[in-house]
């Protein structure tokens, strides 16, 4: 089993910054794909951005030189700095990995989410 457990959420002004951290444990091989995601209330999850093992990375147009993603590969964690967020940056944020074990098969885990509200 995988699990991920997401940190670095939590209540920032506008215009502020949060780093958000996700970090992979279990039955790991290797994690191909590694993203954020995000649901606001009364939204569907929309894809944030995600981050490929050798570190090309892809974002929504709308946190578009806002925010980064990295990853650190020997401790299987993904990252999420958020910079000059807005109100419309508040929602719950998933990170998602896409792990292959050592017999070969993958899955698609997911991260139970961290709250980050920007509000003044």
């Known amino acids: 089993q995988v699990q991920l457990v997401e940190s670095g959420g939590g209540l920032v002004q506008p215009g502020g910054s949060l780093r958000l951290s996700c970090a992979a444990s279990?039955?790991?091989?290797?994690?191909?794909?590694l993203g954020w995601y995000r649901q606001a209330p009364g939204k569907q999850r929309e894809w944030v951005a995600d981050i490929t093992p050798g570190g090309t990375s892809n974002y929504i147009d709308s946190v578009k030189g806002r925010f980064t993603i990295s990853r650190d590969n020997a401790n299987n964690t993904v990252y999420l700095q958020m910079n000059s967020l807005k109100p419309e940056d508040t929602a719950l944020y998933y990170c998602?990995?896409?792990?292959?074990?050592?017999?070969?098969?993958?899955?698609?885990?997911w991260g139970q989410g961290t709250q980050v509200t920007v509000s003044s």
């Open positions: 279990g039955s790991i091989f290797t994690i191909s794909t």
């Open positions: 998602r990995a896409h792990v292959i074990r050592r017999d070969g098969s993958n899955d698609v885990y």
